[in-house]
């Protein structure tokens, strides 16, 4: 049985469209229609029912689906391991993260390492919600918090503090906040995950932290279930933010918003590179997990510096 008819039926599964999976695949439509019904051909079923306006997939077409992911993932690990005895890091590399922190840190991080492993391939989904691994075709998840689900691996890549920022145009004309109780009287840009508002903001009293935890519950105009959109408006200068450090470090530098309440802690996170189990633990994902525990580590020396 051909792979690439394999991997053809997974992308036409995901799009549900063969032309949309032909492009993907850079193959013409009459190519990919002609595989198809090899496929199906071959597994003496019909895997899609197919109309003028619509592509369904069948109940037999789902549960070979099952089957040929885990197929082709066993494959993908078989070429990496191949790959690894060679002394070779190779390979794809399917890649979840946190929307601004994927375009304002990881993009270039990626391109490095890419640059030096001519072999690797990366595809990189970027968002803010619950990955789920198989479902997506994910390999790894970067993810802040705690990990929920025992049977996954979870490898720390750094520690970052939370950080209440604004931009300076935002507070030349509404006035800084000196204690958190100031918050009620401004606009908080306001993260949304999983439908659940985030709108009581935690602090530690002046670097004690021993004293009592400070909550504030905060209002504004605007909110948002994607933080690079959050990000943005905190630079646009259309309220105060609560971001991960490591979220602002460019804007930071560059001027385009301050720190805010700097007397106060906020509660720290930790960053997590997840794999779904141990089977996904490549030459790749090792490197990848030493490189961004690198570079964290540097922007964290940077910033305390």
């Known amino acids: 049985m051909n792979t690439n008819d394999l991997s053809l039926f997974i992308h036409i599964a995901d799009s549900a469209s063969i032309s949309r999976a032909a492009e993907q695949l850079d193959i013409t439509t009459a190519a990919a229609s002609a595989a198809l019904k090899r496929l199906e051909s071959q597994l ?39 790959h690894a005895l060679q002394g070779k890091v190779a390979g794809e590399l399917r890649i ?6 994927g ?26 919600s619950i990955t789920d691994f198989y479902l997506n075709r ?7 918090g705690a990990l929920e689900d025992s049977s996954m691996v979870a490898f720390p890549l750094a520690s970052t503090e939370g950080l209440l920022c604004a931009s300076p145009a935002y507070l030349a ?24 508002l985030h709108d009581v903001w935690e602090f530690t009293g002046n670097g004690d932290s021993g004293s009592e935890p400070i909550k504030v519950r905060v209002a504004g105009d605007r909110s948002s279930n994607d933080s690079e959109v959050v990000r943005r408006w905190a630079v646009a200068g ?11 470090d460019q804007d930071l530098r560059a001027g385009r918003v301050v720190s805010l309440l700097t007397d106060y802690s906020l509660r720290p996170a930790q960053l997590n590179l997840i794999c779904p189990n141990r ?5 790749a994902v090792l490197l990848l997990r030493d490189i961004f ?3 964290f580590a540097q922007l964290i020396e940077q910033s305390t510096g």
């Open 138 to 144: 994910i390999d790894l998840a970067i993810r802040y």
């Open 293 to 295: 525990r690198d570079k």
């Open 173 to 196: 004309s509404h006035g800084t906040p000196q204690q958190p109780s100031d918050l009620s009287q401004h606009n908080c840009l306001l993260y949304q995950r999983n439908s659940r």
């Open 44 to 82: 003496e079923v019909q895997l899609f029912i197919r109309s003028t306006r619509r592509l369904r997939i069948t109940a037999a077409g789902e549960r070979f689906l099952v089957y040929c992911r885990a197929a082709l993932s066993q494959l993908d690990a078989g070429k990496a391991s191949l």
């Open 279 to 283: 089977k996904h633990i490549t030459p």
């Open 238 to 248: 259309k309220g105060i933010a609560y971001k991960s450090r490591f979220d602002m």
């Open 103 to 128: 375009r304002n840190l990881l993009l270039g991080w990626i391109d490095e390492i890419m640059a030096q492993h001519s072999d690797l391939s990366i595809s990189l989904s970027l968002g803010d």
């Open 96 to 101: 979840s993260a946190p929307s601004d922190l």
